[in-house]
């Protein structure tokens, strides 16, 4: 039975770097939401495990098992054909390939399938939340999930087409044992009251991602001149940026004013939650 799944953008409001364990995994603190956009995938069942990919950021996207859907897909013992449309960049700190492999998983699951417990683990730390696909704080190597009740966040993500290895930013790391968040996240009555408090977190990995690529800098300090703007962080590792606005006509009016000013970047107006 051919089965369809909107694999969403993941975005990290905040990421703050705690540790590094003996095996090289860094420990993170970090609040991730999902955004109503991202890739689409449609799994049919067969005799043999194939993938196709097609959409704006297709190109140069394996269809082997160099593919994380495809390791998911054969690492849970499932044969079929996959249809992949890839509507979000590569290498931009927004989880494409790993929420890919999570809605594959996600849709075996949900049709009463099993999947061996250390699986999306095994494929990344992002794989576990991006299953979740819901806002939660992720700790340790992302193997602590935990829900959170946020209000729905009115956003503008912005990529400047620069795709950033997860691994030279973490290597740029100044220090990897900076403080957590606070134990408690609070429950938020408005957007407002959500950015306000996230102003008073960070990205650690921030600092040396814009060593990498300095284009991050100047998205940021664009969306931080947009009107009506609430707060703006870099997501994950890079190189998307995420600006908070207090409706969606202002996070569309910001994304008319950044797109006509730099028309060969990404940007899309979406809700987080």
Same mark, same amino acid.
């Given at each position: 039975? @051919? ?40 799994? @049919? ?45 590569? &290498? ?18 949900? *049709?009463?399938?099993? /999947? ?7 494929? !990344? ?13 992720? *700790? &340790?190597?992302?193997?602590? /999930? ?14 400047? &087409? ?16 900076? %403080? ?20 008073? *977190?960070? =990205? ?8 990498? %690529? ?10 931080? =001149?947009?009107?009506? /703007? ?5 997501? &994950? ?21 950044? !797109? ?10 979406? *809700?987080?939650?």
């Amino acid at each position: 039975m @051919t089965a369809e799944a909107l694999a969403p953008a993941k975005v990290n409001l905040s990421l703050h770097v705690t540790g590094r364990r003996d095996d090289g995994y860094h420990l993170l603190d970090s609040i991730v939401v999902f955004a109503d956009f991202g890739d689409r995938l449609r799994l @049919t069942p067969g005799e043999a495990l194939s993938l196709a990919v097609d959409g704006p950021f297709s190109g140069g996207v394996p269809t082997d098992d160099r593919n994380l859907v495809w390791r998911a897909l054969e690492g849970a013992g499932w044969t079929g054909q996959v249809d992949l449309h890839k509507a979000l960049p590569h &290498g931009a700190g927004i989880g494409g390939g790993s929420s890919d492999a999570a809605m594959a998983l996600r849709i075996l699951t949900d *049709q009463g399938g099993g /999947i061996p417990d250390g699986l999306p683990l095994s494929l !990344g730390a992002d794989v576990p939340v991006c299953m979740y696909a819901r806002a939660a704080r992720m *700790q &340790g190597i992302g193997e602590r /999930i935990a829900p959170l009740n946020l209000p729905t966040l009115p956003a503008l993500l912005v990529n400047p &087409g620069v795709a950033v290895p997860t691994g030279a930013v973490f290597s740029g790391l100044e220090s990897r044992d900076n %403080a957590p968040m606070p134990d408690h996240v609070p429950e938020f009555a408005a957007v407002e009251d959500c950015a306000d408090w996230l102003l008073d *977190q960070r =990205n650690d990995l921030e600092p040396p991602a814009m060593t990498v %690529a300095p284009e991050i800098e100047r998205v940021l300090s664009d969306l931080r =001149n947009t009107r009506n /703007i609430l707060m703006a962080r870099m997501s &994950g590792s890079g190189s998307t940026c995420v600006a908070l606005y207090p409706t969606m006509k202002a996070a569309h009016f910001a994304a008319y004013v950044i !797109g006509a000013e730099h028309p060969d970047w990404w940007c899309v107006a979406t *809700q987080l939650s």
